[in-house]
């Protein structure tokens, strides 16, 4: 069984930063694609940014120049950099990882952030 726990989430004003983490646990031979998405209230949920096993990254154009994704692989942690946040960035964020030896997705339980104007 894989766990994922996301932290780093909270209230921050409207140009601020937060980091988030993702620790990965359980039974990982190896992850391959990694991601943060995020849910506002009554939207659907959206991708932020994704990374691969060779450290391609992709990112949503709302959040270019601003995010950054990065992965520690010998800790199986995920994080996203936000920095310059705006009160649009307001949701729950969630991370994922693509396990290719099982094609399986996992996903975190979620963490809010919040940006007041």
């Known amino acids: 069984q894989v766990q994922l726990v996301e932290s780093g989430g909270g209230l921050v004003q409207a140009g601020g930063s937060l980091r988030l983490s993702c620790a990965a646990s359980?039974?990982?031979?190896?992850?391959?694609?990694m991601g943060w998405y995020r849910q506002a209230p009554g939207k659907q949920r959206d991708v932020v940014a994704t990374i691969t096993s060779g450290v391609s990254t992709n990112y949503a154009d709302s959040v270019k120049g601003r995010f950054t994704i990065s992965r520690d692989n010998a800790n199986n942690t995920l994080y996203l950099q936000m920095n310059n946040l705006k009160p649009e960035d307001t949701a729950v964020y969630y991370c994922?990882?693509?396990?290719?030896?099982?094609?399986?997705?996992?996903w975190g339980q979620g963490t809010q952030v919040t940006v007041s104007s």
């Open positions: 359980g039974s990982i031979v190896s992850i391959n694609a």
């Open positions: 994922n990882i693509f396990v290719g030896a099982t094609r399986t997705l996992y």
